[in-house]
């Protein structure tokens, strides 16, 4: 006996794997997983704005992007890669999406660079510590779904709230967190500047990116719209205009 097929289908994440995401998760892993067999690439390759500014290591603020502070540190980055970045560059593209992920984290190094300038205490301990991980990065995406898909559903802990809130929680935690002077080793400062960065970025790149954000945010308002107006079968038969809404 043949079973009735059914048209519901089941999707685990995002969707397929693209091809910028699954570099980034290649050389996120691939680096991590070096430093396990060599600790001190992490004092090479992480981001210490005293070494860039007095050994004119300048590489830093990108190579900081691929080193991870632990298991946990990277399994998260990586999920929020995976979970976010496939549908951007499935709506921007692989080069501007590619683009727009380097820029948020290295604009995030930056502005920590820049920060740690500043003639503050927080600013002296920032000038010497070693900030790692893609976080910087991961926050200009947060930044830009929720600027795409402001009313999506995100599970926050357990619970559901729009994207767009979602991004003012986060931003707002670092931003308290990083005026607070929090000792918990979380680069606060960071994640504002990548989110800045990417903002800005967008901003500047109108022709392409905030055109495309815009376009994509009509697509989504005008599918909305056609919900509420269904077509149905009305009047008598022999009525040609019987169809009513």
């Known amino acids: 006996m043949s079973r009735p097929s059914s048209n519901i289908t089941y999707r685990l994440g995002p969707g397929a794997m693209t091809p910028t995401v699954r570099l980034l998760l290649f050389l996120n892993v691939s680096l991590f997983l070096l430093t396990l067999l ?7 390759l992480g981001l210490i704005p005293a070494a860039v500014i007095q050994k004119l290591w300048v590489w830093q603020p990108v190579t900081y992007m691929f080193m991870h502070g632990g298991l946990t540190h990277i399994l998260f980055n990586m999920l929020a890669l995976w979970m976010f970045g496939v549908e951007l560059e499935l709506t921007w593209g692989t080069r501007f999406f590619a683009k727009y992920y380097f820029v948020s984290g290295v604009g995030a190094g930056i502005s ?16 010497a510590a070693v900030t790692v991980g893609a976080s910087g ?3 200009g995406l947060l930044l830009a779904y929720a600027l795409i898909y402001p009313h999506r559903t995100i599970y926050y802990i357990v619970f559901p709230i729009p994207a767009r809130i979602f991004v003012i929680i986060v931003g707002a935690i670092s931003f308290f967190s990083a005026i607070s002077g929090s000792g918990s080793g979380v ?4 994640h504002l500047g990548g ?4 903002y800005l970025y967008l901003v500047w790149h109108r022709g392409s990116g905030m055109s495309q954000l815009r376009s994509q945010f009509l697509r989504w308002r005008l599918s909305r719209l056609r919900k509420k107006f269904e077509v149905h079968d009305g009047g008598r038969g022999n009525n040609p ?3 009513v809404h």
């Open 38 to 44: 060599v600790p001190s690439l992490v004092l090479t």
């Open 187 to 190: 680069a606060h400062l960071t």
């Open 241 to 243: 205009n019987r169809w």
């Open 137 to 139: 990065a991961i926050y």
């Open 112 to 127: 920590t660079i820049l920060v740690s300038l500043l003639p503050f205490a927080f600013a002296d301990q920032m000038y």
């Open 195 to 198: 989110i800045a960065a990417g």
